[in-house]
């Protein structure tokens, strides 16, 4: 990404624990993620002009591509932000493994093509680096909108980053429904969102 022109990002109060594209509105932004996240890296550092983005920075950034991309079922941004190897590895919710490029984007593609409608909110994001690559975790609050019903659902997920030697590429992702008390019942009673 190199030197970024950082001038034009104002100060503002972020919430260090909680990221919402949806919260922000659309408005045919498709990237509202990248500039919440911007916005967020930019307020922290507290950044006028000509910022250099960390390893971290650039993988939250990708990581922001990836739920951007999901919320708005955008299998060309997916493109862009997954490595393309044989050795990339996805597990969603209640899913089995899937490994290669080929299997996770039609996957992907599968699951963009149900009449279901998503929106995503992110909290608790921790990013570390370690070399060449970076992991992600956080919990994904999804809330899926079908033609009869609303369902919501936690998912305690990570993801892997890769640095290829030009940008950091996703080469896993892994998804696992949260158990959570039920409100109405005592505490010792337990379901999946």
Known sequence: MGDINCE???HSESNTNCYS?????RAGDSFIAIRILNEYIFSQKNIKRNCVLTNKDKILLQNARFYEAFENSDLNVLDVVWSHS???KCIHPGWHLLEGWDAVRESWQNIFHSDNTMKVSLRNVSAEVYGKLGIVTLVEEITYKTLTSIR?????????????GEEWKMIHHHGSPMIVAEEEESDDKYRYN
């Open 21 to 25: 594209s949806s919260s922000a509105g």
């Open 86 to 88: 044989s050795n990339v």
């Open 8 to 10: 034009h990002w104002r």
């Open 152 to 164: 919501t659902g936690a998912i305690m997920a990570t993801n892997i980053f890769e640095f290829d």
